[in-house]
T-cell receptor, first 111, second 120 residues
Framework: TQLLEQSPQFLSIQEGENLTVYCNSS?????LQWYRQEPGEGPVLLVT?????EVKKLKRLTFQFGDARKDSSLHITAAQPGDTGLYLC???????????FGQGTTLQVKP | DTGVSQDPRHKITKRGQNVTFRCDPI?????LYWYRQTLGQGPEFLTY????????KSRLLSDRFSAERPKGSFSTLEIQRTEQGDSAMYLC??????????????????FGPGTRLTVT
C-alpha cells in the first residue's frame, strides 16, 4: 500500500518567517503534486513535479522532488497571512490517474 | 467559468435517505475522479472514469454507492441509505488524458469546490 506522510501536521508562524513542509514515502511515484486547500473549498493545484531531483519555483514557493522520487518538499520564503491554508502533497503512479494524498499540513501565518 | 463545478455545495440529510451529487468536469478533460475527504485528512480516492467507462472503484465504495458518467460528460454519485459515517466532503476532479509514455497529465487533477454532506 502506498502511503505519503507529511510533516509537520500543524505549523503556526509569524509573517516573514520561512518554513519547509516535507512529504515522504517508501514508494516511488511517477509524479507528485502539491495542492493548497482553504476551508470549505476543493484543493487547488500548485505544481506538478515528475523528474527526480527536479526543483520548481512559484514566486515565494520552492518545490523539490527527491532524487529517488519517493519524497518532496515545499519551502515558503517570507510567509504572508495569505499563505494560510492546508497544504497537501499527492503522488501518482501507473496509468490510472489515482492520486494518493498525504494527511496535509495546516499552516497559519500570523500578521 | 471553465473550472470543475459541483452541485449541491452542501447537503444535510437524515440517516437512511438517498442523496445524489453532480459534477461537471472541465470540458476538454476525458478523465473524472471522485474523492472523499473527512475532517483533518487528505482526500481518499473513490472511483474514476475515462470518458463514460468506470475503470476503477476503491474498496471504500460500498454497495450503497454508485457513480455514473453517461455520455462521458457530467457525472453523478449516489449514496443510498445514508449512514452517519458517510458525512464528509465529496470532491470531484478532472484531468486531461496522458500522452504515450508520459502519464503526468493524468495526475494534474483539477478539483471542484466539493459537496459537504452531513448525515443526521
Amino acid at each position: 500500500t502506498q502511503l505519503l506522510e507529511q510533516s509537520p501536521q500543524f505549523l503556526s508562524i509569524q509573517e516573514g518567517e520561512n518554513l519547509t513542509v516535507y512529504c515522504n514515502s517508501s514508494s516511488v511515484f511517477s509524479s507528485l503534486q502539491w495542492y493548497r486547500q482553504e476551508p470549505g473549498e476543493g484543493p487547488v493545484l500548485l505544481v506538478t513535479v515528475v523528474t527526480g531531483g527536479e526543483v520548481k519555483k512559484l514566486k515565494r514557493l520552492t518545490f523539490q522532488f527527491g532524487d529517488a522520487r519517493k519524497d518532496s518538499s515545499l519551502h515558503i520564503t517570507a510567509a504572508q497571512p495569505g499563505d494560510t491554508g492546508l497544504y497537501l502533497c499527492a503522488g501518482g503512479s501507473g496509468n490510472t490517474g489515482k492520486l494518493i494524498f498525504g494527511q496535509g499540513t495546516t499552516l497559519q501565518v500570523k500578521p | 467559468d471553465t473550472g470543475v463545478s459541483q452541485d449541491p455545495r452542501h447537503k444535510i440529510t437524515k440517516r437512511g435517505q438517498n442523496v445524489t451529487f453532480r459534477c461537471d468536469p472541465i470540458s476538454e478533460h476525458n478523465r473524472l475522479y471522485w474523492y472523499r475527504q473527512t475532517l483533518g485528512q487528505g482526500p481518499e480516492f473513490l472511483t474514476y472514469f475515462q470518458n463514460e467507462a468506470q475503470l476503477e472503484k476503491s474498496r471504500l465504495l460500498s454497495d450503497r454507492f454508485s457513480a455514473e458518467r453517461p455520455k462521458g460528460s457530467f457525472s453523478t454519485l449516489e449514496i443510498q441509505r445514508t449512514e452517519q459515517g458517510d458525512s464528509a466532503m465529496y470532491l470531484c476532479a478532472s484531468s486531461p488524458k496522458g500522452l504515450p509514455g508520459y502519464n503526468a497529465p493524468l495526475y494534474e487533477q483539477y478539483f471542484g469546490p466539493g459537496t459537504r454532506l452531513t448525515v443526521t
